[in-house]
């Protein structure tokens, strides 16, 4: 099993930076992708970023060029640095590891980190 755990959200303005992180603890072989998710009050949860274990990254078209996801596989730990940050960007941040088991492959989520951009 794997556990996630959220840390570094926050308040900043409008044009600000925050960098929330994922921790990540247990059976960190079996991790194949984290993900980063967010969803705004009355939105559906929508995914933000990806890095995969071969180290490949993706973004959904949004945040592209402001936001980064990094990997610092010493200390299991997955970071989304947000720059040039948009009210739009408001909303609870959740991490995502999906793992491949013996037993097949399953989700596991940490209990989100909110990020709120206002003036």
């Known amino acids: 099993q794997v556990q996630v755990v959220e840390s570094g959200g926050g308040l900043v303005q409008p044009g600000g930076s925050l960098r929330p992180s994922c921790a990540a603890s247990?059976?960190?072989?079996?991790?194949?992708?984290t993900n980063w998710y967010r969803q705004a009050p009355g939105k559906q949860r929508e995914l933000v970023a990806t890095v995969t274990r071969g180290g490949d990254t993706n973004y959904i078209d949004s945040v592209r060029g402001r936001f980064t996801i990094t990997r610092d596989n010493a200390k299991n730990t997955v970071y989304l640095q947000m720059n040039s940050l948009k009210p739009e960007d408001t909303a609870v941040y959740y991490c995502n590891a999906k793992t491949y088991e013996p037993t097949g492959r399953k989700d596991y989520w940490g209990q989100g980190t909110q990020v709120t951009v206002s003036s």
């Open positions: 247990g059976t960190i072989l079996d991790i194949i992708a």
